[in-house]
């Protein structure tokens, strides 16, 4: 039997999914990632969102401007797409190197998503016009309505829309945001290369019996929502198979406390200060550490076309202890901090 290693060095992560608001929230959430990855996608979802070229480049300098000095840290900002979206200007701010890609939320299907689309006829002109400049086209893949069960939003939104638009747009580069079932695992198998796939820290290591079983956990509580153990096993099987259509998003999603934890609680899991390390034990515990660095270096840019980070870093297995909450300067406001107060087994070294 061959010892795990107690160290790996593999090339800069970049997050493909974040969150990190705006504001006092966006200042103390912002240097989690900056420290750690080279890039992050920046998921558009404010309120109001960011629809525009014009709103992207205004968001993103005031991103740049809460970088904690000397960070070396891009963001790669997106756009919300709404029922209105002017082709035109999701093209020009493509071309212009503002947006490296589109978001899709359906209406109300998350977080921040009631200016979502509501009907997808009125977006294929934007993705006509997506597919014939190579533009990224980034999905939160659920279908929303009374009828359907929320474990199979995701199946749904396959089956009904995700599966024609495949074959509808075979130029249009996809990505299926935070994969969460075997059927979204195996769907993106099937399209790459594509379709691209990330998958978040909490949907490899929970399942709905951890999240409901013993108690309400609010921190449990995200869109896609966790589902089964052997929805669970699919995906550790497909991010830690090294395949390139699959890649590191952690869809770290702060939440004031009292919105988070409230009778009617707000989806999202604020987790950029344990991603990487939960993602090196999820790793270690299938046998593949050595595959770490496809799926948190290597497939993401791939996939965006983008060169992979030319730096390294090292992880060690030296346990720590998570913060249980993170403090929002001036604003008297707190966000707890997915897997905060346990041990976390790897650690990032300088
Ligand atoms: C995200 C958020 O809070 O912005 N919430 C979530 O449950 N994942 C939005 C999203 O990605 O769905
Ligand atoms: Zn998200």
């Given at each position: 039997?061959?010892?795990?290693?107690?160290?790996?060095?593999?090339?800069?992560?970049?997050?493909?999914?974040?969150?990190?608001?705006?504001?006092?929230?966006?200042?103390?959430?912002?240097?989690?990632?900056?420290?750690?990855?080279?890039?992050?996608?920046?998921?558009?979802?404010?309120?109001?969102?960011?629809?525009?070229?014009?709103?992207?480049?205004?968001?993103?300098?005031?991103?740049?401007?809460?970088?904690?000095?000397?960070?070396?840290?891009?963001?790669?900002?997106?756009?919300?797409?709404?029922?209105?979206?002017?082709?035109?200007?999701?093209?020009?701010?493509?071309?212009?190197?503002?947006?490296?890609?589109?978001?899709?939320?359906?209406?109300?299907?998350?977080?921040?998503?009631?200016?979502?689309?509501?009907?997808?006829?009125?977006?294929?002109?934007?993705?006509?016009?997506?597919?014939?400049?190579?533009?990224?086209?980034?999905?939160?893949?659920?279908?929303?309505?009374?009828?359907?069960?929320?474990?199979?939003r995701e199946a749904v939104f396959i089956d009904r829309h995700l599966s024609k638009w495949v074959k509808q747009f075979p130029g249009l580069r996809m990505?299926?945001?935070?994969?969460?079932?075997?059927?979204?695992?195996?769907?993106?198998?099937?399209?790459?290369?594509?379709?691209?796939?990330?998958i978040t820290p909490y949907h490899l290591r929970l399942t709905r019996t951890d999240w409901l079983g013993s108690g309400l956990k609010p921190m449990m509580?995200?869109?896609?929502?966790?589902?089964?153990?052997?929805?669970?096993?699919?995906?550790?099987?497909?991010?830690?198979?090294?395949?390139?259509?699959?890649?590191?998003?952690?869809?770290?999603?702060?939440?004031?406390?009292?919105?988070?934890?409230?009778?009617?609680?707000?989806?999202?899991?604020?987790?950029?200060?344990?991603?990487?390390?939960?993602?090196?034990?999820?790793?270690?515990?299938?046998?593949?550490?050595?595959?770490?660095?496809?799926?948190?270096?290597?497939?993401?840019?791939?996939?965006?076309?983008?060169?992979?980070?030319?730096?390294?870093?090292?992880?060690?297995?030296?346990?720590?202890?998570?913060?249980?909450?993170?403090?929002?300067?001036?604003?008297?406001?707190?966000?707890?901090?997915?897997?905060?107060?346990?041990?976390i087994a790897w650690r990032l070294v300088e």
């Amino acid at each position: 039997m061959s010892s795990t290693p107690t160290r790996i060095t593999i090339r800069r992560p970049d997050d493909w999914h974040l969150h990190v608001r705006d504001g006092k929230m966006l200042e103390a959430v912002l240097p989690y990632t900056a420290s750690v990855f080279g890039r992050a996608i920046l998921m558009p979802n404010l309120v109001p969102p960011v629809r525009t070229t014009r709103d992207a480049v205004a968001y993103r300098a005031r991103v740049l401007a809460a970088l904690p000095s000397g960070a070396r840290f891009t963001p790669l900002m997106t756009c919300y797409v709404t029922d209105d979206t002017d082709p035109d200007d999701v093209a020009r701010g493509f071309g212009e190197g503002v947006l490296a890609a589109a978001k899709l939320y359906p209406a109300n299907a998350t977080t921040n998503s009631a200016a979502g689309v509501t009907d997808y006829r009125r977006i294929m002109r934007v993705l006509e016009r997506m597919e014939k400049i190579d533009m990224p086209f980034l999905m939160h893949g659920e279908h929303v309505d009374d009828e359907t069960d929320i474990f199979d939003r995701e199946a749904v939104f396959i089956d009904r829309h995700l599966s024609k638009w495949v074959k509808q747009f075979p130029g249009l580069r996809m990505v299926l945001e935070h994969v969460s079932s075997k059927t979204g695992v195996d769907f993106v198998a099937g399209a790459a290369p594509q379709v691209g796939g990330t998958i978040t820290p909490y949907h490899l290591r929970l399942t709905r019996t951890d999240w409901l079983g013993s108690g309400l956990k609010p921190m449990m509580y995200a869109m896609p929502v966790i589902k089964t153990a052997a929805d669970r096993a699919a995906l550790r099987k497909a991010a830690t198979s090294g395949a390139p259509c699959y890649f590191l998003g952690t869809d770290s999603a702060p939440h004031p406390l009292a919105r988070k934890v409230a009778v009617n609680g707000v989806p999202g899991i604020f987790n950029a200060p344990v991603a990487l390390s939960t993602y090196a034990e999820v790793f270690e515990a299938e046998g593949a550490l050595v595959k770490l660095d496809a799926f948190a270096s290597l497939n993401g840019p791939k996939h965006y076309r983008l060169p992979p980070n030319e730096d390294a870093i090292t992880l060690e297995k030296s346990p720590w202890t998570a913060p249980v909450e993170i403090k929002v300067a001036g604003a008297d406001e707190r966000a707890l901090v997915y897997r905060g107060g346990e041990t976390i087994a790897w650690r990032l070294v300088e």
